[in-house]
């Protein structure tokens, strides 16, 4: 498997992505994170357009997508129930989907995640089971609730490798 950022010519097949990541939402009893059209268009443009979209690939087949962007974002600025692990620099991963090709597609974009930046926050929709199941694999550290831009809640959680080496120390 391999990354790269997404490019325009890619939109058309994200798209399709994104659309079977919403089909499995609803049969995993998630109809709600995504609704009928999220992300729409123009929000997956503008992450092409800030370098901030993403492919994993392998041969011709696209296995995932997600946006790695840096913070601060926004929707991290106030947490409910909790706290972050720190205020250090972080990026933030939105948005991943897998296309169902690829058993560990998910995995793979987080550990390439961790190897551009050491400090990643994520959040997801309480009812998102798969998603929840990979960030508890990945280790990441359950910080408190969240609010997207259309106010709804999710679980937020935050990774510092940096953090845990020394923790060993």
Known sequence: MFIRK???KDLPLIENVYARARKF??????PG??????????????????GQAYICFEDDSI???FSFCPGPDKTYAHIE???????????VVHRLASSGL??????????WCFRQFGNIRID??????????LISKKSFVYCGIIYTDDGTPRKAFQK?????KSYRK
């Open 124 to 133: 997801t929709h309480p009812d998102n089971k798969p998603m929840l199941n």
């Open 102 to 111: 690829r058993r560990g597609a998910g995995a793979f974009c987080l550990d």
């Open 25 to 30: 939402m609803k049969l995993s009893g998630n």
């Open 33 to 50: 994170q995504w609704g009928d059209k999220y992300p729409q268009r123009e929000k997956l443009l503008r992450d092409i357009e800030l």
């Open 160 to 164: 510092d490798i940096e953090e845990k």
């Open 6 to 8: 997404t490019e325009l």
């Open 63 to 65: 296995l995932a997508v």
């Open 81 to 91: 129930n909790g706290s972050w692990l720190n205020d250090k620099p972080y990026f």
